[in-house]
């Protein structure tokens, strides 16, 4: 069993309240900027915006915000959305026999998350993206294909300006 100590140690240490300031003013930025590009230039629905603000959470608290961890993170989200949207598809279309395969999906995937065999398209992602997308309230009001789109553009979008972010500041630290 691995020690909590262990764990915690191995966590990059938070900011300093300054740079904590200038982290939150760079993500308030980000946030308005994905609202606006979401809404005005995709025509998103705010409702299927999620999709983006939930992969930024996911790949910043998850993945530490590395490019390379993108990938398997927007892959897993699109498998957790299928799940999400094969409950209500399979069983609106072919009743309870679709309702047990979608259920069979979902055990499926949850077994090979739980063994890792194959984590470029089922992991953590896929698990919290499930969770949401086979929430009822969600499954009622999203446009599942804006929730893709969403997610798949909002992904690239953060993940783009983060990466640029941090080599701007990677040349700022090294000039200096």
Known sequence: MTDVTTVASEVAPPPGPIAGLAILGIVLVLIVAWIVVGLQVLHIHDTALVGGFLMLWYWANNEQL???RLPAAIIGALVGIFLGW???YGTLTYGNT?????LVLLVLALYLDIIKAVPL???TSTMLYVTIAAAPLVQLHVDWMELVLSTVVGGVF???VVEGLQRLAARFASAS
């Open 121 to 123: 398209a089922v992991n």
């Open 98 to 102: 679709g309702l047990v395969v979608g």
């Open 86 to 88: 094969f409950l209500v």
């Open 158 to 160: 953060f993940g783009l």
């Open 66 to 68: 590395q490019f390379k």
